[in-house]
């Protein structure tokens, strides 16, 4: 069994793509003896949710093809949740030229904490003249010392909860049905979709430039 038979049972899985601010990559392969340029990617992006699916693999696209390279978004051959026949796919990657796939799914998520310690600051609200004996400073007279004021400020630990997110692209040349790139990227859970895409993408994409594979 190739390769691209095993990965392409895990589109049946239904996992979500998740959103997120920042992503770093913690670790990418390529195949030393593929020494072709990818020209036509199919984009597989696996999640729960059609429509950010839908959103991912079509930023992938646009990201690539800015790039010049062809790109093909799955969404439209592989509805989620339903059986997928891997024959039937191969033939629509090769009918519309697609010399390789890019799968991208969830792998792990995790949490972590920041904690910031607190602190105690003050400040008077009058100037410190002179010394405790003689000089004329506030210690000489007891209406002044009472009367200056010093304010104290105090600020509580805090502690931040996040949730890192593993991400991981595949690659395969579908010539060979062979693996030829893999990269695992570690994203930061927030709100924004869209930058988390971005980000993402270009990350993916300056990698697989670094590493001569398009």
């Given at each position: 069994?190739s ?15 998740v ?19 990818v020209?036509?990617?199919y984009i ?5 949710d ?8 079509d ?28 024959e039937?796919i191969?033939?629509?990657m ?5 010399d390789s ?15 910031t ?15 405790r004996?003689g000089?004329g400073?506030?210690?000489n007279?007891?209406n ?5 004021r ?17 991400v ?9 049905e062979?693996?030829?790139w ?5 994203t ?11 980000d ?15």
């Amino acid at each position: 069994m190739s390769h691209l038979t095993r990965t392409m049972g895990l589109v049946l899985v239904a996992l979500l793509v998740v959103a997120c601010s920042s992503t770093t990559m913690s670790g990418s392969w390529s195949d030393p003896a593929f020494t072709k340029k990818v020209k036509s990617v199919y984009i597989i992006g696996i999640s729960k949710d059609e429509t950010l699916r839908r959103i991912f693999e079509d930023s992938f696209g646009r990201q690539l093809a800015s790039q010049g390279i062809k790109t093909f978004s799955s969404y439209r051959d592989l509805p989620n949740n339903q059986e997928a026949n891997r024959e039937a796919i191969t033939q629509r990657m090769k009918a519309e030229g697609c010399d390789s796939v890019l799968i991208t799914k969830l792998i792990d998520t995790r949490k972590e904490t920041v904690t910031t310690p607190g602190r105690v600051s003050s400040y008077s609200s009058g100037p410190n003249y002179g010394g405790r004996r003689g000089g004329g400073g506030y210690y000489n007279n007891w209406n002044s010392y009472y009367s200056r004021r010093t304010d104290i400020v105090y600020e509580p630990p805090t502690s931040t909860e996040f949730v890192i997110a593993t991400v991981e692209s595949v690659m395969y040349d579908l010539e060979s049905e062979e693996m030829i790139w893999s990269g695992q990227l570690e994203t930061v859970i927030e709100g924004n979709f869209e930058k988390m895409v971005q980000d993402f993408v270009n990350t993916v994409s300056k990698d697989l430039s670094e590493k001569g594979i398009i």
